[in-house]
């Protein structure tokens, strides 16, 4: 009867990874955007993560509710 979030907290996840994943691809030839943190498109990859993660957590809840059927 216990609470299940991994829902909300994989769409959340896998929303932001996705639009953070975009703007990480948009802004890749901006080199005066990514001067501080070494030339490293951190949007990019802290999207990709996000969206690993969402995605991840949205396979669990549906494996969970699955199997509960």
Not at 15 to 38: E, F, H, P, Q
Not at 46 to 66: I, P, T
């Amino acid at each position: 009867m216990g609470i299940d979030i991994k829902l909300p907290i994989g769409l959340m996840f896998t929303i932001l990874g996705i639009l953070l994943t975009i703007y990480g691809l948009l802004t890749n030839g901006d080199s005066v955007l990514y001067s501080r943190s070494m030339q490293v498109n951190v949007n990019l990859w802290s999207g990709l993560g996000m969206l690993v993660f969402g995605l991840v957590m949205l396979f669990l809840a549906y494996a969970q509710r699955k199997s509960k059927k």
